[in-house]
């Protein structure tokens, strides 16, 4: 009898607190659908902090006799979680990338790019429907039902709901304060490859927003252990280029917007999906990208998973900051290893300046640049006022790479002085989309019977028409630097940013949109260098960006403290671990992962000496990212002791070892 009164009870008290209990289950059902369309999993592994939140609003709700007044105090918190939610898969299926804090730096940035991307229409639908369902519920029912309270005093409730809040920050100091004490290298093991699986995607935004708040702080623990570990170790190049008078090379560094093998080579087994034509047709279409590429030494396996700032300060700068934005968060430090500073460090009389065909203050460059060491930096803005460039922005299209290269190329290389020059494309960005600009172009791929049916074949039409214009700006810069006999003293890398993920289009090609065999090929984009005096070749070993600022200073035989650079010379026997910033995995040909012991992919050739390897390769990514952040963090070139600038001591090392 006792038993059949409280489980009367129970049932009485379910029944009246219907809307509570409908409300925890649309908000998990929102949460999950968020976790389906980013990591396609119904599972997160610590979902504690978003469970205490939805059990607060619960407590909440229960705390409130008016069912109308729960039914708006549920609908308000459920609409946040589809905002997030919807928001946060708008972000993943444009970019690829999960929320992290630095998003709210890149945010007008961030929008530029994925603006004209379209939300996805199942996951609205059903997250609305949902909504509307418990909505119809809770209005139809609220007059036949009696709301009860756990606990009947108020001052009882209002106890338990402080006691909720306290709970629920201590669950974030933990998480976060765990964090915080997790070494660099133990980072490199646990139980979820993202934050969404992690936490899910609300969750993760609350817990981001407290973390870099509160603890997104990198002490510098000992500042004669932070310089034991810059000056232990001194690189002296390969050897290679030993038998060349390198001493008056320039270097042009050439970041191209998405570019991919596939647009300009026919290649079907790894690009199943491609255009579709025949090499001498794209040998007639591309002529200078195969120029190019056929007088240089090609990375073949060259591996590129970040985002466009990300790849590009490191293909100056050689390491990156953890969890942040550099040209954001960083931009008045002294960065005194980048390629620009070190030049000056040494004396070496380069003529240092960025161009880039967008928008000056894209990602902080008109105010970062002088962090890295540049002596200007030269957008769109100034192209247009000073240089007669079109403004093409403003009929909604990309800046013409060929223009910017015909109209600054007498800048960009100078014939009176040795110059480093740095030079960011825009054409190529996506989205894939008709533009007047690109007229010609068109006309050309369908004089050669190109057209399309789909919108993945429209998007690589468009993106092919791009191209055209982008090749056309490398045989601008060829032409001219033949002509003005640069060509015999300047080094020329070319590299991709990242692979063309805008409209999938990559995977698309590359038939890789589920995790299948030779997956990593998915991320490999062209790299090349030209190099006077060198033979064209190619190189097998798997490389990425963080190799690009040690491959210089190899060409430029540069010695330099090797623990202030991710990478290594491509031309050295070592090898370095891709390690994208932007995506928190490790890409190597042969594997791909987030978590070591949770490998998201790996070719069946893996045996457990090659796993050692990565293994290994990876905690010394780690060593280096750890004294990189202390670094950062810390301005530590900037410091001053006795009087002294750190840079000034940076300076006098590397003349020592010079």
């Known amino acids: 009898m006792f038993d059949g009164v409280i489980m009367s009870k129970i049932v009485s008290f379910l029944k009246n607190n219907y809307l509570v209990f409908s409300f925890f289950i649309v908000g998990l059902s929102l949460e999950i659908l968020g976790l389906i369309f980013t990591t396609k999993s119904v599972l997160m592994s610590e979902p504690y902090i978003f469970l205490l939140m939805m059990i607060l609003v619960c407590i909440i709700m229960l705390s409130v006799r008016s069912e109308i007044a729960r039914i708006y105090i549920s609908l308000v918190w459920l609409l946040v979680i589809l905002m997030f ?123 981001e927003v407290f973390y870099n708040t509160f603890f997104n702080k990198i002490k510098l623990s000992n500042i004669d252990e932070l310089e034991s570990f810059i000056y232990n170790k001194v690189d002296k190049g390969s050897g290679m280029f030993d038998s060349l008078d ?44 195969n120029r190019l590429m056929e007088s240089s030494v090609v990375l073949e396996n060259y591996y590129s998973r970040n985002k466009t700032d990300v790849s590009e300060v490191l293909s100056f700068v050689g390491s990156y900051p953890s969890k942040v934005s550099l040209n954001y968060r960083f931009s008045s430090n002294y960065i005194a290893n980048s390629i620009p500073n070190t030049l000056k460090a040494l004396d070496l009389e380069y003529k240092c300046i960025e161009y880039h065909n967008g928008d000056t203050y894209y990602y902080n460059r008109n105010v970062a640049y002088k962090a890295f060491g540049f002596d200007s930096f030269v957008g769109a803005n100034e192209m247009v006022d000073f240089y007669d460039l079109t403004d093409l922005h403003k009929i909604g299209e990309r800046n013409l790479d060929s223009e910017m290269m015909e109209k600054l190329k007498e800048d960009m290389f100078p014939l009176n002085e040795k110059f480093y020059t740095k030079i960011v494309t825009l054409t190529m960005h996506g989205e894939y989309n008709y533009r007047s600009s690109l007229a010609p172009y068109i006309d050309l791929l369908n004089s050669k019977g190109l057209s399309f049916n789909t919108i993945d074949e429209k998007n690589l039409f468009y993106y092919a028409a791009c191209a055209l214009d982008t090749d056309k700006a490398i045989g601008i810069l060829l032409d001219y630097l033949e002509e003005t006999k640069l060509i015999d003293n300047t080094v020329i890398v070319l590299l991709s940013d990242h692979n063309t993920y805008y409209g999938d289009m990559s995977a698309f090609v590359k038939n890789k949109r589920t995790i299948t065999d030779n997956y990593t090929q998915l991320f490999n984009v062209p790299c090349m260098i030209k190099i006077p005096g060198v033979s064209p070749y190619i190189i097998t070993k798997p490389t990425w960006v963080g190799d690009i600022v040690p491959t210089i200073f190899d060409i430029l035989k540069i010695n ?99």
């Open 246 to 289: 390198t001493s008056n090379y320039n270097v042009i560094s050439i970041l191209v917007e998405s570019l991919e093998w596939f647009v300009f080579l026919n290649d079907i087994a790894k690009y199943p999906n491609n255009l579709g034509l025949s090499d001498a047709v794209l040998k007639s279409l591309y002529p200078n990208f």
């Open 560 to 658: 330099h403290y090797s623990n202030l650079y991710f990478g290594v010379s491509i031309f050295s026997e070592e090898r370095s671990i891709h390690y994208s910033r932007n995506y928190n995995v490790y890409v190597d040909e042969k594997m791909y992962f987030s978590k070591f012991n949770r490998i998201i992919w790996k070719s069946s050739d893996v045996d457990n000496n090659y796993s050692e390897k990565i293994r290994i390769l990876c905690e010394k990514f780690l060593e280096k990212l750890d004294y990189s952040d202390q670094i950062y963090f810390n301005d530590y070139f900037n410091i001053e002791v006795d009087g002294n600038k750190k840079y000034e001591l940076y300076k006098e090392k590397m003349k020592l070892i010079n």
């Open 85 to 207: 939610n919807i928001f946060f898969v708008y972000i993943f299926e444009s970019t690829q990338t999960f929320f992290e804090y630095s998003f709210f730096s890149l945010r007008a940035d961030g929008m530029g790019i994925i603006k004209s991307v379209q939300f996805n229409i199942w996951q609205v639908y059903t997250s609305f429907l949902l909504i509307i369902v418990y909505l119809l519920i809770g209005f139809n029912l609220r007059r036949k039902v009696k709301p009860s309270y756990i606990i009947e005093k108020l001052s009882y409730r209002f106890i338990m709901i402080i006691l909720l809040f306290i709970l629920l920050i201590s669950t974030l100091l933990i998480t976060s304060f765990t964090t915080t004490k997790k070494t660099y290298q133990e980072q490199l093991y646990g139980n979820s490859n993202n934050p969404y699986n992690k936490y899910g995607a609300t969750a993760n935004f609350v817990y």
